[in-house]
């Protein structure tokens, strides 16, 4: 499959921009690899992820949800790509 840009949105948003902004995005069968791969968010970025906001992505074929970080957000493609984030220790 591939990435649906009418299936992300933005969760919510203070405005300030001190905090990360929290997305949801919905997909029909894409896996883990598929997502992580480089600049799958093709148009996040003009959507108005940025570096360190957070992604709920939950597949609709079956019970799965994982959270991602953004890692890279690319102002000249408008690329974006997620990582599973890394707990704070």
């Not at 919905?26 to 598929?34: F, G, L, N």
């Not at 991602?68 to 102002?75: L, S």
């Amino acid at each position: 499959m591939a990435y649906t840009p009418a299936t992300l949105r933005l969760a919510n948003d203070d405005f300030s921009g001190n905090v990360a902004r929290h997305w949801d995005y919905t997909t029909a069968a894409d896996a883990d690899a598929t997502i992580v791969g480089a600049g799958y968010f093709s148009d996040g970025y003009k959507k108005g992820m940025r570096l360190g906001d957070m992604v709920r992505v939950v597949a609709t074929t079956g019970p799965k949800f994982k959270a991602y970080q953004v890692t890279t957000a690319n102002a000249t493609t408008g690329a974006v790509t997620v990582s599973a984030p890394t707990a704070i220790t």
